[in-house]
């Protein structure tokens, strides 16, 4: 079943980060991400990352590259299966059988990857919650994904405020599961749901779980504030007007405030005033 070029057309180079950190290729000491050298579909940023990884949860899951060869389909071997093959290559979706690299991707734990747009595809027809090839369930849909990650989230921040565990050196336990709760985030993103980019954006923003980056903030505070996210339009304004990752445009900024006003946001619509002064100061004392 094909996805429309609008669900797939922005494939995000952020989604490139090390399976144990989250810390994103180019980023200050990350110049390259290497591979897991038995299955080839994780990456990490140096050998401790890959180890601690291995012994948290991807040794449960790591395939060998020599696992996924697809199987002769007759007795002569004149061809092979055309669904193992591209799900093994990894370079093309299964289900609408078009280049992985054309939207974001989603690995099962069975290691078959698909799109997310396909996924959701297959789920708003009623198919069967498994993976077409080995019938192992699929992820859920996007609004739970970001139920589950906003869980976590609280979860992990509750940690930090009772002083048992900071952002910057999680236990274990808790790296596990920021590691699942950006999964879930990125998915739900993808398929168009704002409230998962917008709570990227903050994670980015405050450096909670990921790199702190507020050009990556802004990224998605504006994926959020294109969907229509009031709280992403408000702090896209933030980052915009100060030039905090992106060119500074007061311009924008007073568009993106309009915008959020619209929807009767209190804070928008009491900035709006100073705005149009462009007197920042003051704005930001509000």
Known sequence: MATT???KKDTDPS??????CRAPKGSPGVPKLSACSRCGLVLYCSRDCQRAHWKACHKECCVAKAD???????????HTDAASRVAASGEECII???????????TLQCTHKFHAACVEKLRQFGVKQTCSLCR????????????DAAFLLIKIDHLVEQGKASWDALPAEARREIDTTIFNLRAAAYQGYEEAACSLGFMYLYGHGLAQSDAMAAKWFRKAANKGSSDAQVNLVHLVAEGRGVSQSFQE????????????????ECALGSFMRRDWASLKAM
């Open 253 to 268: 900024a007073y568009e993106w405030y309009k915008k959020a006003a619209a929807q009767e946001d209190i804070d928008a």
């Open 96 to 106: 609408c059988l078009e280049a992985l690299s054309a939207g974001f991707a989603i």
């Open 5 to 7: 070029t609008k669900d």
């Open 15 to 20: 989604a490139e980060a090390c399976s144990n």
């Open 68 to 78: 996924r060869v697809p199987q002769k389909q007759d007795s002569m071997g004149a």
């Open 136 to 147: 192992k369930a699929l992820p859920p849909g996007p609004e739970k994904q970001c139920e």
